[in-house]
């Protein structure tokens, strides 16, 4: 089963608006992160240091797991592992029900989407509430985020007003941002009261404190995290780090790679429930650790570089592929770059292989990447394993991408130009033949007029002017 | 890196069989600078299009074929950053762990780019002949983030003195063509090369100048077949040209 991406983006192509909308947000997002980095040297310095944090890390996740649920449990909260995303659903549904809320206020989470949260509390009876307001914007359109941390960029002012008009008439009216963001406002601090549970995700969750740290903008996230009487976080097991002070060049990296911003407006250090005598805070904190296929990942030495990632976006916003289609096209949670190595290895190779086809290769990627995931060496190595694979690797789908007919192609290929003499005569056949060349050349030709055959080869040229061989 | 007495010239498949000009205005250009080139008949490509597409085995079967055919200590000049890069920075993930991993480092370590090997080993200073023009600059993906060799391109092309050289919009965003991704996925692949070629035409440069024929045969023929009569050019062969050379075969 292929999950049709090139169809996808064919669709993604043909919408203009969307398409200005998210080129123009990306476009903005790059001059601003280069604004943020104005010493090269440092910046370089900075994702030497975020890759060794991260990579250590995730070198001794387990360990360091085991001491942040020991930490967060010393702190009053309560952790729980889940390994797949409908544990996790279970999980929280069950913290829900026996506190009794009927509604949920969700900060901005990518683990809460890899759950498909919203679907399982909605047949549960229970309300999901986005409180982030890009969150808010695709909830009442219904539709999925479609960038990591910008979940509405492809949405301009005049939609939302739109949007906002139809999903919340009592709202005032207006087109400004400032309006727009008015009435978020004035709809969500109504839906923050009296609703008794929230949850969110977490950026970092540092081991040796036990400490979760949560970066927003807006406000939402401190909001959901303290005003209810029970939080739950939720969080991939590999966002895990050993020491607080590994925290601040993450978070500077981060920030800045993200939007550019030197710091966001809110940083929480979250350390357990209320205690005794503390006037506000929830009464219960949850951990909730998702598995979701990341200690597959990890036992690859090579792949495992995949779950450094911190979530900054950056990989999209200078993607050449992603900036003309948005995320929606990819039809996972994770789009651009990340997603492509991400979501074949966590799905599998014959369900998302295609994924790590939707990329030219250009680097763009793994220049802006803060923590240097090496990601166009791992879609090529992801390539490898779509068509045949490591003998050990363990991806899921090996070898499910083979093609016959491709696989002959390349082993005629391979006869050919492996061998000197071989090559020289069809060489010299096919520049003979160049007359007959056709002028469509499949899809090439759709777009582009075909190059032609020189009359003679390179090689031929370079013996008749005698050029010397050795 | 000093300049050479000799140098081997890897001319690339697609040089080979589309743009065999590129491969001779290139070799012209440094056999003027008093450098010997040694063409020989052995090479034929870097395996780069196999590699991409996953099919490594057989990319390391054609990559094998190169290691024998460049045998003295001598660099390896290419006329191409992409398959450069796939020499100089991929042979030795290609090859290692095999018996013939020794010898992919040892080739990978000479090899050049054309345009570093021009600009920063002989520094080619060349006497520009021909009438003011303005090109437009395409850098490969390949020169400026594998290789680092963009910055070499646009300074040999700042010392033709009647050469207007300009980057367009988006100069850092790729062409689209990523070898076998413009067959795989054609459709994003020609949106990407479409906006490329806008970016180009809207400098008013008459001449668009690169370093990669993959990249020059994706935007010559979008531009073509766009109706903008732009013409593409090979840098060597622009090079050539502008020093008064002639090239004909």
Known sequence: MTTGLRASIGVALGRERARKNIRRAMDGLVVKRLKAFPDVSELECLRDLGQAIRGHAVARLPELLETLERNCIGNGMQVHWAETGEE??????????????????????????????????????????ETDLGELIIQLAQEPPSHIIAPAVHKDRHEVAALFRERLPEAPGGERIEDLTAAARAYMRGRFRGITAGLSGVNFAVAETGTLCLVENEGNGRLSTTAPEVHIAVMGIEKVIARLDHLPPLLTLLTRSATGQPVTTYVNLISGPRRPGEKDG???????????????????PELAATLHCIRCGACMNHCPVYTRLGGHAYGTVYPGPIGSILEPQLQGLDVRGEMAEASSLCGACAEVCPVRIPIPSLLNRLRYESVAGEPRSRVEGKGSRRKRGEARLWALWAWIYGRPGRYRAFARLATALRALQPARLGPWTRTRTAPRLAPKDLHRLARELGIPRS | MTKPTAIYFFGTCLIDLLYPRVGLSAMRLIEREGVRVIFPQGQTCCGQPAYNAGFRREARRVARAQLDVFPEDLPVVVPSASCAGMLKVQYPALFSGTPDSRRALALAGRVVELTDFLGR???????????????????????????????????????????????????????????TFAVKQPEISAAMAADKAESIAATGASVLVGQDCGCLMNLGGTLDRRGHRIAVKHIAELLWERIGGDAKP
Do not use: T, W
């Open chain 1, 282 to 300: 929830p009464r219960e904190v949850h951990l909730v650790l998702l598995d979701n296929g990341r200690s597959r990942i990890r036992q690859d």
């Open chain 2, 121 to 179: 080993v002989l520094d080619l200073r060349p006497r520009d002949l021909g009438p003011p023009l303005k090109v437009a600059v395409h850098n490969s993906c390949s020169a400026r983030r594998e290789l680092g060799v963009a910055p070499a391109a646009l300074e040999l092309l700042g010392r033709l003195a009647n050469l207007e050289a300009v980057e367009p919009d988006h100069a850092y965003e790729c062409c689209g063509f990523g070898g």
């Open chain 1, 88 to 129: 996790a659903d279970r999980i929280v549904l069950d913290i829900l029900r026996r506190s009794g809320a009927r509604a949920l206020l969700k900060g901005k989470s990518m683990v809460s989407e890899e759950m498909a949260l919203n679907e399982r509390l909605a047949a549960e009876g229970i309300e999901p509430v």
